[in-house]
């Protein structure tokens, strides 16, 4: 009697649902590439039993007089076809997991789910339910009609989602800007619309049809790199061949933009109040373009300077006569000199009088380098703090077999208060990348005014410390600076090493 209660479809059929739900949606729920296989185990079990017993799922049922075995074929191609989907959408969902991009394709998944649930909808009906497709569909058509003129604009939407999303113009992550000027960061694409954010992190919602039909640009494309210009107007007071040398150093000693490919100067015009030129480089990301541009604009002003050169006015303003400097009694200029004036810019010195920036000043020596001079080797003690005039300098180190560049100092930067003040090496070679003229202050230059004024080492010790903290992240050990001294003891390596009480 048991024998023969197994041998029924029926039984066959629900004891096979049974084992298949449990494994499938208890025991493999955590697990998607085990639910699928499961999925797919039970999925071929279930058709080769329906077979067996000679029911097709894929075609019409022939005439039958029992109404219980009616149902049961209809019930067991319902349940075949609603199986036959899940087991097609869950490779489409784990064939998006395998190409790591599940955000991008999102849409297009949502569109192949779509077209095979109604696949399974209508083999269902004309299976199961023996109903005419072809009858189906042309009664619904006007229907659809009706339907898609409600709808007209959320189906513009949806049709351009779906050409977009083909046409793959942008990604997820991409940063684009649109012919309106709104910019911002691909963070998601749905069936109605994409979604930037944008740089004052606002949400931009944007409908598809509208994006389909408006001129894009992709700065994330071909790569990641983003080119950059910027404008600099400079008053003709020297030859153009020697302003582009100087615009051509400001490009050289900027740390934050890239140097391969080359950055570029060309000169835009030239009137009788200006040479205008454009400084064109290229930054490693689009977040980077602010940092990079202040840091061009401020060595826009120390190069000039350092240069001798003056900025000149926007175009069109009326230039008024400049005013005469005031004079001293002796018919002389009185104005600081070049050495006083690098004193006064360095962080290090702030704390000084002006005697004591006077009596530095004075006393410091003028060296000059030929390009590609190395001015200090690396681990190599300085007893002297360089002052950069003008040019630009490169710091590289040597690890090993590699030779890594930490930084580019231009006019204003200084080098070697490790050797003057703690007795350290240089963490690097020091070259010339240009033609640099550098100002130096010398050990003994500092030692008469470290004796008169012993608190003046706690200050230098507190500055050095700040700025080892602030450049730590150019070297691969914060301490390598001091030689693995704690910078607690910087003050008192200072007075150890002028012999200060």
């Known amino acids: 009697m048991s024998i023969a209660l197994l041998g029924d479809p029926i039984v066959q059929f629900c004891i096979l649902v049974v084992i298949g739900t449990f494994v499938s949606r208890i025991m493999l729920r955590h697990q998607r590439a085990g639910r699928l296989i499961g999925q797919i185990i039970f999925f071929v079990c279930l058709t080769v039993l329906l077979l067996y017993h000679g029911i097709v799922p894929y075609e019409p049922s022939p005439p039958q007089e029992s109404v219980t075995l009616r149902t049961f074929t209809g019930f067991a191609k319902i349940i075949w076809w609603i199986n036959g989907a899940w087991v097609l959408i869950a490779c489409v969902r784990l064939f998006l997991i395998f190409e ?62 779906i050409a977009l999303n083909l046409g793959r113009p942008y990604s997820v992550g991409d940063w684009i800007v649109l012919d309106n000027d709104i910019q911002g960061r691909v963070v998601e694409t749905n069936w109605r619309a994409t979604q930037l954010l944008s740089g004052t992190n606002d949400l931009v919602v944007i409908p598809n049809s509208i994006l389909a039909k408006t001129r894009l640009t992709n700065l994330s494309s071909p790569d990641e790199s983003h080119g950059v210009t910027v404008t600099v107007r400079i008053q003709p007071t020297t030859v153009p061949p ?137 681990d190599a003690r300085l007893r002297a703090l360089t002052i950069v005039r003008s040019g630009v300098v490169s710091i590289t180190r040597r690890e090993g077999h590699r030779q890594i560049e930490l930084t580019r100092l231009a006019p204003g930067d200084y080098f070697g208060e490790n050797g003057l003040l703690m007795g350290s090496g240089e963490v690097g070679t020091v070259r010339a990348l240009t033609f640099v003229v550098t100002y130096e202050i010398g050990e003994d230059c500092l030692a008469p005014i470290l004796h008169d004024r012993p608190a003046l080492a706690e200050e230098l010790g507190a500055i050095m410390a700040k700025r080892i903290e602030a450049e730590q992240h150019l070297f691969a050990n914060a301490d390598m600076l001091v030689h693995g001294a704690p910078v607690s003891s910087l003050s008192s390596r200072i007075k150890h090493l002028f012999q200060l009480q």
């Open 100 to 161: 790591r991009k599940p955000r991008e394709g999102r849409l297009l998944q949502d569109l192949i789910v779509g077209v095979i649930y109604l696949g399974a909808i209508l083999s269902i009906v004309g299976d199961v339910f023996s109903v005419p497709i072809g009858t189906l569909i042309a009664t619904s058509g006007v229907f659809a009609i009706i339907l898609g003129l409600a709808l007209q604009s959320t189906l513009s939407d949806v049709f351009s989602g």
């Open 242 to 378: 020697i302003i582009i040398d100087v615009m051509q150093n400001v490009l050289i000693s900027c740390n934050s933009i890239q140097k391969n490919p080359e950055p570029s100067v060309a000169i835009n015009s030239i009137d009788g109040q200006a040479i205008e030129l454009q400084l064109s480089f290229r930054v490693r990301d689009m977040s980077l373009t602010t940092a990079a541009k202040n840091e061009i604009y401020d060595l826009l002003f120390r190069h000039t300077k350092a240069a001798g050169l003056k900025f000149a006015d926007p175009p069109g303003t009326i230039m008024l006569p400049m005013e005469q400097k005031a004079e001293a009694p002796d018919g002389k200029q009185h104005a600081p000199g070049t050495p006083w004036r690098l004193v006064s810019n360095i962080p290090l010195f702030s704390s000084l009088t002006e005697d004591e920036k006077e009596h530095l000043a004075s006393h410091m020596q003028r060296r000059t380098y030929r390009k590609d001079a190395v001015i200090a080797e690396q």
